[in-house]
């Protein structure tokens, strides 16, 4: 069975960027375009990995990451962040996320950095 | 009583000798038809008297020829004193002729007498003629001296005044003494008497006379006071001032009361007026003072100095009776003289002064100057100016700076000035200060240690105000940066969709390879937009774009803007704009503005978006309106600032720079931007335009 990887982004095409590439190498995607949506989407789905944007309108990634302490179902650490900015990283790194990647990015980075936090 | 009369006799002979001796010298000094005159009346009185001393009274009678250039000499006397008087100033033309007249009839008189007669023989017809005419001369001539000296002397200066007086009163006394003698009979003991009144009544006017044409030091000391004072109350004056013309004001009426002048003006080298008193012709220069404008009652005196010439209108009685005076004058022109360059040089030291504070101004640097160990830091105007504070009230010290210093730059700044002290190394500081208000300023400090006279250590710097250029910085910066950030979706997306179409396309539906390819489109004309918007912006700060303005059809340029952008599903839009209204600006641009806030009316908007225009006033108020929920709160104060982006409620997210191009095309087409928020919940976007004639 493969791994499921729900993505959180406003942007629709990269959205559509991270589904075709993700199930190209053989993961189910879910998608979310809000922080709102993202949550509402936990309460009944289980992903193995999500990718979550930071700048996200209303409810921003940061604001998703605390809510995430109350749904014991998701793990933190199986969380990747997108983040335009490097200086992310630590911040991402501190709230329990696995990885970040920054935008913008290469579709074969992503399915590695993916792949990489489904395998531990 | 005889020996009497012989000592008194030989005292008015050493009197009027002596008188004689010092106006003969005073010619031979100093020359001049009014020393000359003078010089003749008293050489020709002294020498009478000294002949008359070899002929004592019960001696044997002079023969005739003794007798006669004596004569001569005493009628010559008063037309002697005469001319004197009128070297001043030209006696009447009647006064003229009777006094030449009568004294010619006595000259020839006095060669025509055949004989005198002896003591004790009655005097024969002529001579009691003779003595009448003689009476009559003295009387007229030493009256008219008398008259017109004493006039004369009115409105001079007190020296010159008491001098003529005394003159006056002394020529007065002398006639009156001629003409006694001359009538009183010598054969009764009341002639002994009276001859010896007349003859002290002689010697007395001789310190008189003395008096007033070769006063004593002291007496002049006394006469003069007045006017020292005055000198020195204007020298006193000249040593405040600063100001070449408040100088010249100052010193020309205390100048003209010291020579009692009727005028007086000061030229510069270059012979330009520098201040007058008095009547003085407006158009006088000093090549040519038109002096003779003032009448002939008035005679120029000049006097050259260093850096300014003085000429004085004074009275023709100046150059005699005034010449103490006119050194007085001398004094003061180079004390004037003086004050005249200290004056230059306090202005040009004021004129540098203000050229630096001037240019200090307009580049926004203050300076400063300090000497450590001293409290006190030397501030420019300007940086006063820049610190927000008054000179009147602030005092710069170290302590008081650090004050006003941030408190995130406070310990840095007063370290960097210890550190420059100590190695007596330039320097170069940024920090912040808080103005009196709190405001806060950014400001950019230079400065080098030297040592500065005494060998003492001093430090002196610049101080610029860099508030603005740093905050234009920030927004470039932050204006990058945005940029930056949009531009990560759209490369994202291309270069991603590129990389797995090129190696993975046939693993691909069809359905996803149309969304692969949509999606490309999209964000590649996203990034042409975007980039569009970013050099009209630059184009726009950099009031490059070319704007044509001309009057432009409202109704048409909105129906226009109407089809560049397709209207959403869902959405109304009503167009109330009136036909014949018009607006100055530029056409082109005018559309892309009403095209940018329909299309954000139809993105962040409700259902309902209305169009309208109204004439007010000679402007045209053009409005687009949304019954969306409006401009959240925390963007209405940087809605128009670059990037600033809402939430959209349909279609694609926009570059965020639309309202900023906006406002500033509508700033450039001399208009106004604005926004309303609507009630109950909506958006209103106003452009006010002047109206098209």
């Known amino acids: 069975m493969s791994a499921t990887v729900l993505v959180v982004d406003d942007e629709q095409d990269i959205v559509l960027l991270c589904r075709i590439a993700l199930e190209l190498a053989g993961f189910t995607v879910l998608e979310a375009g809000s922080g709102e ?24 990634g940061w604001e998703v990451l605390d809510r995430l302490h109350a749904l014991p179902a998701f793990e933190k650490r199986r969380i990747i962040v997108f983040s335009a900015h490097k200086s992310s990283a630590g911040r991402a790194l501190e709230a329990g996320c696995r990885a970040m990647i920054p935008k913008p990015f290469r579709p074969d980075d992503l399915v590695r950095t993916v792949r990489s936090v489904v395998e531990n | 009583m005889n020996q009497l009369e012989r000592v008194l006799s030989v005292v008015e002979t050493c009197v009027f000798a002596g008188l004689g001796l010092i106006a003969v010298l005073r010619w031979v000094r100093r020359r001049g038809a ?17 002949i008359a001393q070899f002929f004592p009274p019960g001696s044997r009678v002079p023969s005739l020829w003794v007798i006669k250039p004596v004569l001569g000499l005493i009628v010559a006397f008063p037309y002697f004193l005469y001319r004197f008087m009128n070297s001043f100033q030209a006696a009447p033309r009647w006064l003229h002729r009777a006094a030449g007249g009568i004294t010619g009839v006595l000259l020839a008189g006095t060669l025509a007498i055949p004989r005198l007669p002896a003591v004790g023989q009655p005097q024969p017809r002529y001579l009691r003629v003779f003595a009448l005419l003689f009476v009559a001369q003295w009387t007229l001539l030493a009256g008219a001296v008398a008259v017109r000296l004493w006039r004369a002397g009115k409105g001079q200066p007190t020296l010159a005044r008491r001098r003529m007086r005394t003159l006056s009163a002394a020529s007065a006394l002398l006639a009156f003494v001629a003409v006694l003698s001359a009538s009183v009979t010598k054969q009764s003991a009341d002639a002994t008497v009276s001859g010896i009144v007349l003859t002290v009544l002689a010697i007395a006017s001789g310190p008189l006379f003395l008096a007033g044409f070769a006063p004593p030091q002291l007496l002049i000391r006394a006469w003069r006071r007045q006017e020292e004072q005055a000198l020195q109350s204007a020298c006193v004056d000249l040593m405040s001032v600063t100001d070449p013309r408040e100088a010249v004001e100052g010193l020309l009426p205390q100048l003209v009361s010291i020579v009692a002048a009727q005028g007086a003006a000061v030229y510069d080298t270059d012979g330009t007026l ?25 005679q120029q005196v ?39 360059e200290r004056c230059r040089l306090f202005q040009r030291e004021r004129s540098t002064l203000e050229a630096l504070e001037e240019a200090q101004r307009i580049a926004r640097v203050g300076s400063w100057c300090w000497v450590p160990g001293t409290e006190t830091i030397e501030w420019s105007t300007e940086l006063y100016r820049i610190h927000g504070q008054d000179p009147a009230t602030f005092h710069p010290t170290i302590a008081a700076l650090q004050d006003v210093c941030h408190p995130q730059d406070r310990d840095s700044w007063a370290a960097g000035i210890q550190r420059a002290a100590a190695s007596r190394t330039s320097f170069e ?72 179409l090129a190696a993975r396309r046939h693993q691909l539906s069809d359905a996803t390879l149309g969304e692969a390819f949509a999606a490309l489109g999209r964000q590649g004309e996203r990034a042409r937009v975007l980039i569009n918007n970013m050099l009209d912006l630059s184009q726009l700060d950099a009031q490059r774009i070319p704007i044509t303005m001309e009057q432009v059809p409202l109704a048409t340029v909105v129906r226009r803007a109407q089809e560049a952008v397709a209207l959403p599903v869902g959405k109304e839009v009503e167009i109330l704009v009136p036909e014949p209204l018009s607006a100055l600006a530029d056409p082109a641009r005018l559309e892309q503005v009403i095209t940018n806030l329909l299309s954000n009316a139809y993105r ?17 108020i053009l409005s687009v309106t949304d019954d969306g929920p409006g401009v959240p709160d925390d963007l209405v104060s940087s809605m128009f600032e670059p990037f600033t982006r809402g939430q959209a409620v349909t279609g694609t997210v926009g570059s965020g720079l639309g309202l900023a191009i906006s406002r500033r095309l509508v700033d450039a087409f001399a208009g106004r931007m604005s926004y309303e928020c609507q009630s109950p919940h909506g958006a209103r976007f106003l452009v006010d335009l002047q109206e098209a004639a």
């Open chain 2, 429 to 500: 500081m940024e920090y912040r200060i808080f103005l009196p208000g709190g405001h806060v300023r950014t400001l950019h400090g230079l400065g080098k240690v030297t040592t500065g006279s005494g060998g003492a250590l001093e430090m002196i710097g610049t101080v610029q105000d860099v508030t603005e250029q740093r905050r234009l910085e920030a927004v470039r910066n932050e204006f990058i940066a945005n940029a930056a950030h949009e531009l990560r979706t759209p490369l994202t997306t291309l270069t991603g969709m590129a990389m797995l």
């Open chain 2, 34 to 50: 009014t020393r000359g005159w003078l010089a003749a009346t008293f050489g020709a009185l002294g020498l009478v008297l000294v």
């Open chain 1, 37 to 60: 949506e993202a949550l509402t989407l936990l309460e009944t789905a289980c992903p193995d990995v999500m990718l979550l944007d930071v700048r996200l309108p209303g409810m921003d």
């Open chain 2, 302 to 340: 000049r006097l050259a100095f260093p850096n300014a010439t003085l000429v004085v209108w004074a009275s023709p009685y100046t150059p005699y009776f005034g010449r103490g005076e006119l050194d007085l004058l001398n004094n003061l022109g180079v004390m004037a003289s003086l004050a005249l």
């Open chain 2, 274 to 298: 520098l201040g007058a008193h008095g009547p003085v012709p407006a158009e006088a220069t000093l090549a040519s003072p038109a002096g003779t404008a003032l009448g002939d009652n008035f």
């Open chain 2, 604 to 620: 962040y908007g409700g259902r309902h978006v209305r169009v309208e225009a109204r004439r007010t006033g000679g402007r045209v």
